[in-house]
């Protein structure tokens, strides 16, 4: 059994007891939570397709830890021009741990 959802403009397969790094979301360590856009579902044998959802398909996750990613540096240079700039990005995510996927 998996699904495909749809989390911080991304999708991700997910399977029961998998952990997952994922945009970041609001809440504590601990918390549950009940994604609702499953795109994906297949259970039995059976794929459900969604338009854009599956309808009354649930994925229920906990939140596990949060953190930043490793640094990503962009350096832009035009030639001749005297013209550097250089950003540092971190992107925070949370992982989280899939306890159960509802189907329709």
Known sequence: MYAIIEMGGKQHRVTSNE???VEKIAGNDGDSI??????LLY??????VGK????????????VS???DKKVEVF?????KAH???IVHRQPYTKIKIEEIIGG
């Open 19 to 21: 952990i997952l790094k």
């Open 34 to 39: 009940t994604i609702d856009k499953v795109l």
């Open 43 to 48: 259970k039995d044998e059976k794929l459900s």
């Open 52 to 63: 854009p959802y599956v309808e009354g398909a649930q994925v229920k996750a906990l939140l």
């Open 66 to 68: 949060g953190g930043r």
């Open 76 to 80: 832009k240079m035009k030639p001749r």
């Open 84 to 86: 550097r700039k250089h």
